[in-house]
Structures are given as structure tokens and as C-alpha cells.
């Protein structure tokens, strides 16, 4: 089974992203729906290119799912790139609620880091 990477599982609450994601930075991030007492099934994976709190709050306010793993990367590419790896680990559009994959960050022309992957030609 793929690894996500990131440590921890979090509620998918204002108020625990606010205690856990204290940097305003780029980061890529994993969701479930399901309970995560034994395993953490992924159900969507996504990113935000400059402040992860803000994104995963939108998810919370959402509240289609229940908790979440996340990680800090330095640039905006670092964390499309991890996102990428993540939707294909995890089965991509069949396996995970994401309907398509990652889309680039706004105008830039950076290619799927996983080899043979051409959605985004």
C-alpha cells in the first residue's frame, strides 16, 4: 500500500488547523471520509500553491470529509509535484474522489513528475 508521506491524522476541524498548520505556505494534503482508527483511506488528495490553512478550511467548511494529513513544501511546484505522486499512488479518478488530475499552478508549464503520465499534455 502507498505511503502518503505525512505524519499524524487530524480532525478536519477550523479550530485543529489552526493548531497544526501554523505556516502560511504551499503544501499538498490528503483527505478521508472514512474513520481513521485503524487505517487511513485516501479519498481526495489536493494542494494549495501558497497558504494550506486557508485550503484545507475550505475543505472543513465543506464538510464532506472528516480528518486529514498534510505537509509544508517550499515552493508552489514542490507541493503540484506531491500532489501529482499522491493522485497517482492512490489510483487517481478511480480510486479517489478527485475528478481530474492536479491541474498546474497558474501560469506555469510544469509536467507531472510520474513517469508515462500524460494528462497533462
Same mark, same amino acid.
Given at each position: 500500500?502507498?505511503?502518503?508521506?505525512?505524519?499524524?491524522? #487530524?480532525? %478536519?476541524?477550523?479550530?485543529?488547523?489552526?493548531?497544526?498548520? !501554523?505556516?502560511?505556505?504551499?503544501?499538498?494534503?490528503?483527505? !478521508?471520509?472514512?474513520?481513521?482508527?485503524?487505517?487511513?483511506?485516501?479519498?481526495?488528495?489536493?494542494?494549495?500553491?501558497?497558504?494550506?490553512?486557508?485550503?484545507?478550511?475550505?475543505?472543513?467548511?465543506?464538510?464532506?470529509? !472528516? #480528518?486529514?494529513?498534510?505537509?509544508?513544501?517550499?515552493?508552489?511546484?514542490?507541493?503540484? +509535484?506531491?500532489? *501529482? +505522486? %499522491?493522485?497517482?499512488?492512490?489510483?487517481?479518478?478511480?480510486? %479517489?474522489?478527485?475528478?481530474? #488530475?492536479?491541474?498546474?499552478?497558474?501560469? !506555469?508549464? #510544469?509536467? *507531472?513528475?510520474?513517469?508515462?503520465?500524460?494528462?497533462?499534455?
Amino acid at each position: 500500500m502507498p505511503s502518503t508521506g505525512f505524519k499524524g491524522v #487530524h480532525k %478536519l476541524t477550523a479550530a485543529t488547523i489552526d493548531r497544526v498548520v !501554523t505556516q502560511t505556505s504551499p503544501g499538498a494534503y490528503v483527505l !478521508t471520509k472514512h474513520d481513521p482508527s485503524d487505517t487511513f483511506t485516501v479519498s481526495y488528495v489536493g494542494r494549495s500553491d501558497a497558504d494550506l490553512n486557508s485550503r484545507l478550511k475550505d475543505h472543513a467548511a465543506a464538510g464532506k470529509y !472528516t #480528518h486529514f494529513k498534510a505537509g509544508y513544501h517550499s515552493t508552489a511546484k514542490a507541493a503540484f +509535484q506531491k500532489e *501529482c +505522486q %499522491l493522485y497517482h499512488d492512490f489510483g487517481g479518478s478511480d480510486s %479517489l474522489d478527485n475528478k481530474a #488530475h492536479p491541474a498546474r499552478p497558474k501560469n !506555469t508549464s #510544469h509536467s *507531472c513528475p510520474v513517469a508515462d503520465c500524460d494528462d497533462l499534455d
